[in-house]
């Protein structure tokens, strides 16, 4: 059975011009993209979206971030979407992702990684509600 994941190409990624890169990457991995819009947080939709890190002492670094340039949001589906997605993107910290991960490809360090992967099935729904309305889903 297919399900669904949350990505985010981050403002690091998008400046660099990493994010068609990215996309390939996506789809050779053998995800279908559902749904994809190119975006910029304000710092309240950054906000609202990372509130799970509020009392974290880095929130308002990671707020500044994702606020700071153009994103890209897609919903992508696959069986196991999540795990699989999570091992697409490999280990926060760049230095420690694995060859043929995205990270290890295009992140730079673990505050600019390049990607947001959701963490869970229930996450997934939530941060997909986030960005796209049922409209913006095929």
Do not use: C, W
Request: charged share 25%; net charge negative; hydrophobic share 35%.
């Amino acid at each position: 059975m297919s399900n669904q994941t949350l990505t985010m190409i981050k403002p690091d990624a998008m400046k660099k011009g990493y994010s068609g890169g990215i996309l390939d990457m996506i789809t050779k991995g053998g995800f279908r993209i559902v749904a994809l819009k190119q975006t910029k947080l304000t710092p309240e939709k950054a906000g609202e979206f990372y509130e799970v890190h509020k009392e974290r002492p880095f929130y308002g670094e990671l707020i500044e971030y994702m606020s700071s340039g153009p994103i890209i949001a897609a919903i992508l589906e696959k069986e196991n979407a999540v795990t699989d997605f999570r091992k697409l993107i490999g280990a926060t910290n760049p230095a420690n992702a694995e060859e043929g991960t995205i990270r290890k490809q295009y992140a730079t360090s673990v505050a600019e990684n390049a990607v947001h992967g959701s963490d869970s099935d229930d996450n997934a729904k939530i941060e997909s509600d986030f960005f796209f309305s049922a409209l913006e889903r095929f």
